[in-house]
């Protein structure tokens, strides 16, 4: 590729993906180190002038998180928004193999309920996933949005997919939330799958949510308080 092809690309890059170094993020800094008080405090803490909820009650091998991201880095390099101007929110709730549910929880659990192989995400070597591989994906896992989104293997988006992951987007600003009505539900199934008791399932995944992630009692509920509030909807 000559290199005006080179520089063309790395403006494509630029402009979709950005960049995974801290100063490049655009949002409120890092992530929530406590839950807010009462089952509404999160819609507060969504600050900027331009807000918008991603609904994804499906994981989709990580395409909603490629979405918040590229929602971020276009208002700070075309819009030329500054830090805290602009703010994300995402829903991980849902039941079965393809929620999004799974997304809110670490790697301990990933491990122990076996949730790469749940949710039939596999690395390159074929096997089961035994960590959140949307919490901090590396460039190695690059086939999971390649196989979503049905083409061959690009390489090029490789570089995006740090920056994609739950940890860089809580600290670009992004805000997510998971339902304790879906939690309920899902606990359920994974006792019905030979799992555990749905009581005592619920309570360890709850002492292993991702830092920073807050359960709302109804995303239902949620997402109609982030729209009164003047969060834009986004379906995913």
């Not at 670490?106 to 070597?125: P, R, V």
């Not at 600003?173 to 309920?184: I, P, R």
């Not at 539900?185 to 555990?196: F, S, T, V």
Request: with cysteine; aromatic share 8%; net charge positive.
């Amino acid at each position: 590729m000559n290199a005006s092809g080179n520089t063309h690309r790395r403006g494509f890059l630029t402009r979709i993906f950005g960049t995974a170094a801290a100063g490049a993020l655009v949002g409120a800094g890092q992530a929530q180190a406590q839950t807010p008080t009462g089952p509404d405090a999160w819609v507060g803490q969504v600050t900027g002038a331009q807000r918008s909820l991603f609904d994804f009650p499906q994981h989709k091998n990580g395409v909603p998180l490629l979405h918040i991201l590229n929602y971020l880095n276009t208002y700070r390099d075309a819009y030329k928004a500054a830090a805290g101007q602009v703010g994300a929110v995402g829903t991980f709730y849902g039941i079965g193999p393809q929620s999004s549910i799974a997304l809110g929880f670490n790697d301990a659990a990933w491990a122990k309920y076996q949730l790469g192989e749940y949710a039939s995400l596999k690395d390159t070597s074929g096997r089961p996933y035994t960590r959140n591989v949307f919490l901090r994906p590396t460039a190695d896992d690059l086939h999971l949005l390649m196989a979503a989104m049905q083409t061959p293997t690009i390489p090029m988006f490789a570089g995006a997919m740090p920056a994609l992951g739950i940890v860089s987007l809580q600290q670009m600003g992004t805000t997510f939330l998971l339902c304790a009505n879906a939690l309920g539900a899902w606990c359920a199934e994974l006792e019905a799958r030979g799992k555990g008791k749905a009581v005592e399932i619920e309570r360890d995944l709850r002492a292993n949510l991702v830092p920073g992630v807050i359960i709302v009692p109804a995303m239902v509920i949620a997402i109609e308080k982030a729209q009164a509030a003047g969060i834009r909807y986004n379906r995913q």
